[in-house]
């Protein structure tokens, strides 16, 4: 069971870059990682998935070095509006296996 | 739209009196899970399901109960709340066969247990 760490929160200004490195140590091979955002109120919502490398897309970037037994996401320029707890999950559901969200990562986005 | 439905959305409720949330999602998912989230623990599995009639545990089962009768359907019961189960939870669903299909969630129900 991938058990995962994120910092507990981080504060950034607008335009800045964030970035949020989650560990998961016991990773799996076939476990992919996906990054939540998630408002006061809402549920969480998809923003980006890797499993190796680098994956872009037009919201976030998400890092994975070669032995992925951590990850990076990484919010450019960044407004008032991504004030957010930010979620890694790490997990393949395909397998039946639990899906385990990190603490979360409360950041701020100040102007 | 394709959506994760939770009821209600908020629940006051006392002791021992067994309640039922319930979650619905229309996009066909076979996958769907049962989260608890409460301040500083981030979100904790309760149960899963990968395919009707398919449950399993997660982290947090004790105290709950799911039952998976229907493919869009994903009820989570407390036989007998107790006031440790206040919190808020969370139904997600996604398509199962696919790893790096994501949850889709609900909006939450909030449970206060007095």
């Known amino acids: 069971l991938a058990k995962t760490t994120q910092p507990i929160s981080m504060d950034s200004y607008e335009g800045q870059e964030v970035n949020i490195t989650c560990s998961h140590n016991n990773i799996a091979t076939n476990d992919y990682i996906t990054w939540y955002q998630q408002f006061p109120s809402q549920g969480p919502r998809f923003i980006i998935q890797g499993y190796k490398t680098k994956v872009t897309n037009e919201v976030a970037s998400l890092f994975i070095p070669a032995d992925r037994k951590s990850s990076t996401l990484s919010l450019p320029r960044v407004s008032l509006s991504d004030t957010a707890v930010y979620y890694c999950?790490?997990?393949?559901?395909?397998?039946?296996?639990?899906?385990?969200f990190g603490g979360g990562t409360r950041v701020l986005v100040k102007p | 739209e394709a959506q994760v439905t939770q009821n209600p959305r908020y629940l006051i409720t006392v002791t021992g009196k067994k309640l039922t949330v319930t979650c619905s999602q229309n996009?066909?998912?076979?996958?769907m899970s049962w989260y608890r989230q409460d301040p500083g623990l981030g979100l904790r599995q309760i149960y899963y399901?990968?395919?009707?009639?398919?449950?399993d545990k997660g982290d947090v089962p004790e105290g709950y109960k799911v039952s998976r009768k229907e493919k869009r359907n994903f009820p989570l019961i407390l036989e007998s709340p107790s006031p440790n189960q206040t919190s808020l939870y969370f139904c997600a669903s996604s398509f199962r066969t696919e790893s790096n299909s994501p949850l889709h969630f609900g909006n939450g129900t909030r449970l206060t247990v007095t």
């Open positions: 999950l790490v997990g393949d559901k395909a397998a039946g296996n639990k899906l385990t």
């Open positions: 996009m066909n998912h076979e996958y």
């Open positions: 399901s990968m395919n009707v009639e398919v449950t």
